[in-house]
């Protein structure tokens, strides 16, 4: 099923000696998924960074099935292990979105706590 989401990348701080690989590392990454978004596959990555610098986060969001294709690729999985050579704490991970979804997962939640009899 095709569903409405957003891939969220998560780091902290560059490890060290590997600042300079981080930052390319990183510029990679929206250049990745920029070229995808340019195709219309989904939106451009947007990057949030902590006050500090400490900590980082990027949401790409589009459908499921693009989404999970993108991160399957050979072209992802090399960039994602440069990334991880370079920054600490690196995660991705996929998440669901829109009223549509939020619904159908509280309802799914509910029933199993209900079944369970936790509600």
Known sequence: MTR??????TWS?????REGKAIESFTDFLVYWGK??????CEEAEPFFSYD???GFAIVRGKSDVLAAAMESEEYEKLLTKAQLCVGDLKT????TGDDEIQRGMRIYTEAAHELGYI
């Open 4 to 9: 409405s989401a957003a891939l969220v990348t």
């Open 36 to 41: 995808l978004a340019a195709d219309g596959k």
């Open 13 to 17: 701080q560059p490890k060290q000696g």
């Open 53 to 55: 610098g400490a900590t």
């Open 93 to 96: 991970e996929m998440f669901v």
